[in-house]
């Protein structure tokens, strides 16, 4: 099943172009806001399903270009971001020792939205397309044998991030408002058989970008929902990012129009803007993939990171 | 005024030593739990203060010490820690360069609580007693100068951090921060017109009854104004995030199994927890204070 929200946060069901109001079907989980009736949809998943299900057949469905996707988790309580956690399509023989980073959960936009720039001087701004897995119930001290029974999805996310800041900040870098495009749907496990075999592709304007696979993941899903849950107690609806293979990393900049897509989750829009135009080479950053890799490179020097 | 949550998740004002119930003024908050019931009272203050004064005014309320304090924020939204933040009595020549973290807010415990010591292998645990500011509304790129538009009130914060975790040479505050327990709250949150000078507060705590940290919130790097403006550059603040604003690393020390832990900052309260470790694991009992005074470096080491 892919879920929706969209327009004032309606609850929706797409299926192919479609997307079916399915707000009766889940009208008694009790919420404010709409992160808290996602969170309350999935949590209760078991007993909702076929309710869903049945109402999403019920309704006639409206073309999904006729309305406006919204982020469907539009504030996770964690957003657990996987640090360097991808080998680089063999460059790097071993992994780094695991780490991971919160990424502030006003960060979120969703398909079609706006990933605004801060006026702030970083040396440039990246995206960084991911696959997300999201929690479906409380998650703490998960084995890794059990780690998938805690995911409810998949979704696609971009991590975008400022460089040059604060001296390697990951809050300063990655925190920014806008800087987390996620969606257009959660896609729910059942439909993605090998999460950790998914294709992942990025286009700036057209061009490629990230194209890599999620079995070059450092530490496999199993392992990062154990490593993640041993630290802290997440929540159904939070969303654990496995990190990037930085070989089709590139500048995110004004007026770009920005695309990602993981087998199976569909596709994400994003725009770019910047109040102050500035502008960076296009193409892929060797720079920041050849340093990232380990590899020097005689050209001008790379940023930190 | 001194909030507290209490037994079931209530919600309650003290007031000498009692506490005064004051669910049925503000029931009509949309909530689902504890925590957004405590965000939206802090967002809509204005609506409901006047109806809490009069509640207090005239009712008894019950003994505050026959109570079960809970955590004053059961769940903020968000916690803004900033990092290396104190001149640290003079030592600092200039403030650090201006950096802070995410801790993860399901890690939060209140007044009489137990911190639980993560079995992972940490180089040593430490306390980080803090003054903690709680906001009052949503800010966006505010200036220094509006700063008290958007404090609601302070809470006793301290940074239980983990040491040696991590990625060396990487930002690692998720494991060294993040640990659940590790983000004792409490046991009030005092309310902005009790704290004129928050800039100007004697910051205190105690293990076993040894006076470990003992310094002033005058010895900040960036101060409040500019922590709030920079704070709300990176990311939206909301009502109920809980800004801490760094702590002076001098009174550090190891925390062990069966330590009990105490901290006050003047007018906010005492803060009180009991250390466990499953793997009781020994420290040498020294500060950083301490052992920069033999000329070592600033972490205790495992015995």
């Known amino acids: 099943m892919k879920l929706v929200f969209y327009n004032d946060y309606t609850l929706g069901v797409l299926q192919g172009n479609m997307v079916h109001d399915v707000s009766n079907a889940v009208k008694e989980v009790p919420h404010v806001t709409p992160q808290d009736l996602i969170s309350g949809v999935i949590y209760h998943f078991d007993v909702l399903r076929s309710k869903i299900e049945a109402e999403a057949s019920k309704v006639r469905g409206i073309p999904r270009s006729q309305v406006r996707l919204r982020a469907p988790l539009p504030r996770p309580t964690h957003m657990v971001n996987m640090a360097v956690n991808y080998l680089e399509n063999g460059a790097i023989k071993e992994p780094r020792p695991i780490n991971a980073f919160l990424k502030s959960p006003e960060a979120v936009i969703g398909n079609g939205d706006t990933l605004v720039l801060p006026p702030e001087k970083a040396t440039i701004f990246h995206h960084e397309a991911e696959l997300g897995g999201v929690i479906g119930k409380p998650a703490r001290n998960v084995s890794a044998a059990n780690a998938y029974d805690y995911i409810f999805g998949y979704v696609n996310y971009v991590d975008g991030s400022a460089r040059g800041l604060g001296n390697g900040s990951f809050y300063w870098g990655k925190s920014y408002d806008t800087f987390c495009p996620m969606g257009p749907c959660i896609v729910t496990a059942d439909e993605i058989k090998d999460p950790q075999n998914l294709r992942v592709r990025m286009w700036n304007n057209g061009d490629a970008r990230h194209d890599y696979n999620t079995n070059d993941m450092a530490y496999n899903i199993r392992r990062c929902v154990e490593y993640a849950t041993h630290i802290t107690l997440l929540e159904p609806g939070d969303v654990i990012a496995f990190g990037t293979n930085h070989q089709g990393i590139g500048a995110i900049q004004d007026g770009d129009l920005v695309e990602m897509e993981i087998e199976g989750l569909d596709r994400l829009t994003f725009r770019v803007k910047d109040d102050l135009h500035r502008e960076w080479p296009r193409g892929i950053d060797h720079n920041m993939a050849d340093a990232v890799a380990g590899r020097n490179r005689p050209a001008a020097g790379a940023p930190a990171r | ?303």
Request: glycine share 8%; with cysteine.
């Open chain 2, 1 to 303: 005024m001194k909030l507290v949550v209490y037994n079931n998740f209530r919600v309650g004002v003290v007031r000498t030593s009692s506490v005064v119930d004051v669910m049925d003024v503000i029931s009509d908050i949309p909530h689902i739990n504890p925590g957004q019931l405590m965000n939206g009272l802090i967002e809509h203050w204005d609506q409901y203060k006047a109806k809490i004064e009069q509640k207090v005014a005239g009712s008894q309320g019950i003994p505050l010490n026959g109570v079960a304090l809970r955590s004053p924020l059961p769940k903020p939204p968000k916690l803004v820690c900033m990092a290396v933040n104190y001149m640290e009595d003079g030592t600092r020549a200039e403030p650090a360069p201006i950096n802070a973290f995410l801790k993860s807010p399901t890690g939060i415990v209140g007044d009489g609580d137990i911190v639980e010591l993560c079995e992972d292998n940490a180089t040593v645990f430490e306390n980080e007693a803090e003054l903690g500011l709680v906001v009052s509304k949503r800010a966006s790129k505010v200036n220094a100068a509006d700063w008290r538009n958007y404090v609601f009130g302070y809470v006793n914060f301290i940074d239980v951090s983990s040491r040696g975790l991590g990625a060396p040479g990487m930002d690692s505050f998720f494991p060294t921060k993040s640990q659940y327990t590790s983000a004792p709250i409490g046991p009030y949150l005092v309310t902005a017109d009790e704290i004129p000078d928050p800039q100007n507060l004697q910051v205190r705590l105690w293990i076993n009854g040894d006076l470990k940290q003992n310094y002033n919130t005058n010895d900040m790097g960036h101060k409040i104004p500019r922590v709030v403006e920079w704070s709300s550059t990176i990311t939206t603040l909301l009502p109920g995030d809980v800004i801490a604003t760094g702590t002076n690393h001098w009174g550090l020390g190891p925390l062990m199994d069966g330590d009990f832990m105490e901290m006050e900052t003047e007018g906010l309260g005492r803060l009180r927890l009991k250390i466990r470790d499953t793997r009781q694991r020994q420290w040498v009992r020294e500060t950083h204070r301490e052992r920069a005074a033999k000329g070592l470096p600033p972490a205790a080491p495992r015995i």
